[in-house]
């Protein structure tokens, strides 16, 4: 069993930064994939943004690119989101999630992911 804590939403202006932290408590032998999806009212989840379990590696979906930027912590399995030049089309309830399947690095995709946040709320004002 996983367990993931997730801090720094809130409420910003338009144009505003904020930065999303996510921490997951596991096996401290595991190294996991992680991601960062949100979901605003009466939209579908959708992936943000994801990185690799070395970090090496990082996706982000189009409308968030030159934005957002994902990094994994010091602290193992640790995972963040600098999130900048905010728009409302940004606000949502942000998930962090994180896979563990071992065939995958790194994953855009909701289904990959075995385990999930409770989620954290970005409110963007106009």
């Known amino acids: 069993q996983v367990k993931l804590v997730e801090s720094g939403g809130g409420l910003v202006q338009t144009g505003g930064s904020l930065r999303l932290s996510c921490a997951a408590f596991?096996?401290?032998?595991?190294?996991?994939?992680m991601g960062w999806f949100r979901q605003a009212p009466g939209k579908t989840r959708e992936v943000v943004a994801a990185?690799?379990?070395?970090?090496?590696?990082?996706y982000y979906t189009d409308s968030v690119k030159g934005r957002f930027s994902i990094s994994r912590g010091d602290a193992s399995n640790t995972v963040h989101l600098q999130m900048s030049d905010l728009k409302p089309e940004d606000a949502a309830l942000y998930y962090c999630?994180?896979?563990?399947?071992?065939?995958?690095?790194?994953?855009?995709?909701?289904?990959?992911?075995?385990?999930w946040g409770q989620g954290t709320q970005v409110t963007v004002s106009s």
């Open positions: 999630a994180v896979g563990l399947i071992a065939s995958r690095d790194l994953c855009r995709t909701s289904d990959c992911y075995n385990y």
């Open positions: 596991g096996d401290p032998f595991n190294t996991y994939y």
């Open positions: 990185i690799s379990r070395s970090g090496e590696s990082t």
